[in-house]
């Protein structure tokens, strides 16, 4: 019983976390519109664009992806074909879940090494993207190689759950 107690405050603080990163995913987003729209009133308003407008929704774009992926993993939100898998006992569909939590976990844990790598020699170089200005890039490596670990912290906790989970192979919404 203890080790339940212990490990809820974690998961509620992670599921904030997660939480945030969606809500950052969401500003980003709006903020990418208005940015874009207030560049197309520009255009034809004022027969120019504002500069650096392509660049800052670039990076807005990574925000908006990559900060999302921990909740919609943690929401089972992903794309999922159910056809088969509902067909199976929940022995077989514990497999498939915990093989499909595995995989996504070395792929995203890779991706995760990599992020952070190219995130600091990102850092280390000043790397910037030419354009009309120069506009920074490695702040936006950081944002990618931190939404990556999320995603990678969740599939372990589903991997976790699976192995926990005796009714309800996902642990999840069924």
């Known amino acids: 019983m203890s080790r339940v ?20 995913s969401m500003a980003s987003c709006f903020l990418m519109v208005i940015v874009t729209v207030s ?39 992903h794309i999922r074909s159910e056809l088969f898998i ?3 006992s929940n022995r077989v569909r514990r497999y498939f879940d ?11 844990t890779a991706v995760t090494f990599a992020s ?8 280390i170089t000043g790397e910037y993207k030419e354009g009309l200005i120069k506009f920074p890039v490695w702040p936006v490596r ?6 990556v670990l999320l995603l990678c912290l969740q599939l372990l906790v ?10 309800n192979p996902t642990g999840g919404k069924g």
């Open 5 to 24: 107690i212990a490990v809820a405050p974690v998961r509620s603080i992670f599921s904030k976390i997660l939480l945030w990163g969606m809500f950052a």
């Open 39 to 77: 560049d197309v009133f520009s255009r034809h308003l004022l027969h120019h664009s504002i500069p650096g407008v392509f660049e800052f929704s670039e990076t807005l774009m990574v925000i908006v992806v990559f900060l999302g992926l921990g909740l919609a993993q943690q929401e089972r939100a």
């Open 98 to 108: 915990l093989f499909a939590h595995l995989m996504g976990f070395f792929f995203w």
């Open 116 to 123: 952070f790598y190219t995130a600091w020699d990102s850092f």
């Open 86 to 88: 509902s067909k199976t």
């Open 142 to 147: 950081w944002v990618l190689a931190f939404g």
């Open 158 to 167: 589903d991997i976790h759950v699976v192995f926990q989970s005796k009714e």
